[in-house]
DNA sequence: TCTTAATGGTTCATATAATGAACCGGTGGA
DNA sequence: TCCACCGGTTCATTATATGAACCATTAAGA
């Protein structure tokens, strides 16, 4: 292990939970030298990847590690930064996987996988912007939004499909509310005949919806079983996703998708 | 110097103006072997702190940085974040340092500082809730925000100082523009007498203006010269204060604030 | 009050890990 | 075909990271 590597993974043992850190403290978790340490703490301090409170002489994160992130996410399109968590997502799985950013009340394509496992899997055709009530994308954003949206939702004809009366107030209200206490939204031969689908919304970095991701099976392949299995594949990625995009997930969300033990362990 | 100090210098070679670069790229840059700067990469890579294109392998800004630097946002308050970059600005002015940030139309202190260097400074009390029209901030604040903005502050009452109409609308309208122009706000004993100030806008990480930075000085210190002079130092600072909370400065507003060359030797 | 055990930080002989000249294989012009 | 450049690798040499022992300070505990 390059010495490089022992002073980033330094890094990662600060979380939510412990964020400021003393020299001891990385000592015994690291269970390196404590001299090792503190020199490695001081060059990650001098290069402002972390920094050190003057009263208490614990350790921080650093601002070099927001103005690096602010260039990654200026410079680098939400394609890229989407690509190996979107792709392993896609392996893993076996099926097409999708993601959609709103722009208004529009699903707009952003990027997809898929993968060649399954003879028959869902093929990808830019079917360009489906209601939001006619799939999971659409359902899975709504359900973790502010009240207010789905009101104007409800309002706007683009949000479901043409020739087609408003979807019932009270049952959407009720499926949406079945949505957040599950953590994921699933679909069943609602857009396209043969085609389900299991979604989960992405968070920007004020912990707000703004997009979705999504996989679609055939709907011939598997019942409940298979969206379970696929929403809890989705579910375990979701905060990868998000904080993929430079976003985070509200601390609840995160435990509905990833059990307690799990956290711990990570 | 040491190799974890080579390897994140690697890191800040990386810039909006050339956001992915090749080992020969870094190799000219650094003027160090080829194969110390690629054990450096992969090293990096590793941690995910870079990534690297599959077809051009030419090397970007990783992942590591959005997880880490959410994680910190969102662990440290922001007045830590602040503190150092305006520690530093209040000592080089000499003068009171003020971190705003708004609410509503309410201008809340964030953080402040204060140097002792000249013997008559400009005193700090909480005078709570300064009216937008009466501060730089507030000029500061509606000049740098879209134009809807300027009409919902005109119709509040609590924007002005209590027992006076509206400002002139015109007269507004014409004083933000050349505060947009020139980069920053100023004031000359409008709030309190004896007191004027200074300030630039803060943006977030969607480059919208939320906050505000000014230096008050007693007007009796020094007139244009004393003005100009702060109002520089302030604008030279005007990107680290913002990206230490986590936001970015709009490009032509950053041309605006340091001129090209001194961007290009940073 | 004196002890003890934490804490953060430093020193310096030692050993390990970083270094760089030379090398490889591939690609894209001239 | 040649040549230059690219990203990447190898291995003897050397410089650098390491860690046991040390110091100074703080805060309980007896």
Do not use: E
């Given at each position: 292990m390059s010495t490089i590597a022992k002073a980033l993974a330094l890094l990662d043992l600060f979380s939510e939970a412990q964020p400021r850190l003393g020299l001891s403290d990385l000592q015994r978790l690291t269970g390196r030298d404590k001299a090792t340490v503190h020199r490695h703490l001081v060059a990650l301090e001098q290069a402002g990847f972390l920094e050190q409170d003057a009263a208490t002489r614990a350790y921080r994160l650093g601002p070099a590690l927001t103005r690096l992130a602010g260039m990654r996410t200026r410079t680098v399109p939400e394609v890229e930064m989407l690509r190996s968590v979107i792709d392993n997502l896609s392996r893993d799985a076996g099926e097409l996987v999708h993601v959609s950013r709103l722009q208004g009340f529009d699903l707009v394509h952003v990027h997809h996988a898929e993968e060649?496992?399954?003879?028959v899997r869902v093929s990808f055709d830019a079917?360009?912007?489906?209601p939001l009530f006619a799939t999971a994308s659409g359902k899975a954003y709504l359900a973790f939004s502010p009240g207010g949206v789905l009101d104007l939702a409800l309002a706007?004809?683009?949000?479901?499909?043409?020739d087609t009366s408003p979807p019932n107030r009270l049952e959407i209200e009720a499926e949406l509310k079945r949505i957040a206490m599950r953590g994921y939204a699933s679909n069943r031969?609602?857009?396209?005949?043969?085609v389900s689908s299991v979604a989960i919304p992405i968070f920007d970095a004020a912990s707000r919806a703004f997009a979705t991701c999504s996989i679609a099976y055939p709907t011939g392949r598997g019942g409940k079983a298979t969206e379970t299995h696929l929403a809890r594949l989705l579910m375990q990625r979701g905060e990868d996703i998000s904080q993929a995009m430079g976003g985070a997930v509200p601390p609840q969300i995160a435990e509905l998708w990833t059990p307690r033990q799990e956290r711990a362990a990570s």
């Open positions: 060649h496992d399954h003879p079917y360009g912007l489906p706007d004809p683009r949000t479901r499909l043409p031969d609602a857009l396209r005949l043969g």
